[in-house]
């Protein structure tokens, strides 16, 4: 996870110069009254559609590859709320390799060792699953990170009064402990916080 990542995704800009005399300009074409639109600012997104921009780019990697956990991340200038975050991270796993690799979709970068799409991190010996972290198939994970967040601030909602403006982090991992992939949301830190578990298959609150 400390390995420093790199931007795969590039980006394209075409420029069209138009030329004209006496006569009226062309119509502008999609494309260029597209081109000529400001760019719309960067905003936090859903863990769903950011995983599987990862997961697309890591099928290259290994074809047989499962997820071991996805988890909310910030960057400067995007406020994460709601279930959506600047950026999501994933640590993907094959059991044919034995090898684990950390993919990243931000939404933006933070000027220092994360771009802008996707960022990979190198290769690591991934040893298999454990009790305390095992991997999962995409069909597991069916409810996405803003429903899951939505759903734990039922039983948070009392805590949360009194805490306004708490940050949530979001996990989604599996355990041995749990029939499948579980979403972990915790308000504040483990010291001073509240954390609730949403299955991520059902989306259903799972007691402690």
Not at 164 to 189: C, D, E, H, Q
Request: proline letters at 6%; glycine letters at 10%.
């Amino acid at each position: 996870m400390g390995t420093k990542v790199f931007l795969l995704a590039t980006t394209v800009a075409a420029a069209i110069v138009l030329t004209g005399c006496s006569s009226a300009p062309p119509p502008a074409t999609k494309a260029e009254t597209k081109a000529a639109e400001p760019a719309k600012p960067a905003v936090a997104v859903a863990a769903r559609s950011a995983y599987f921009e990862m997961y697309k780019a890591a099928r290259a990697w290994a074809p047989d590859l499962l997820a071991l956990t996805l988890k909310s991340g910030e960057v400067p200038s995007i406020k994460n709320e709601g279930g959506h975050a600047g950026v999501w991270v994933a640590v993907f796993v094959s059991p044919s390799r034995k090898e684990a690799r950390t993919f990243s979709y931000a939404v933006a970068g933070n000027g220092a060792d994360l771009s802008k799409g996707i960022n990979v991190s190198d290769k690591q010996t991934w040893g298999g699953a454990t009790p305390a972290a095992k991997a999962f198939a995409n069909g597991e994970f069916s409810i996405d990170s803003d429903i899951a967040y939505k759903t734990a601030t039922g039983p948070a909602g009392g805590w949360l009064k009194t805490h306004p403006g708490a940050k949530a982090t979001m996990l989604l991992g599996n355990s041995s402990r749990f029939p499948g992939p579980v979403w972990y949301i915790m308000w504040g830190s483990s010291k001073d916080g509240y954390a609730v578990y949403v299955n991520a298959t059902t989306g259903d609150v799972i007691n402690k």
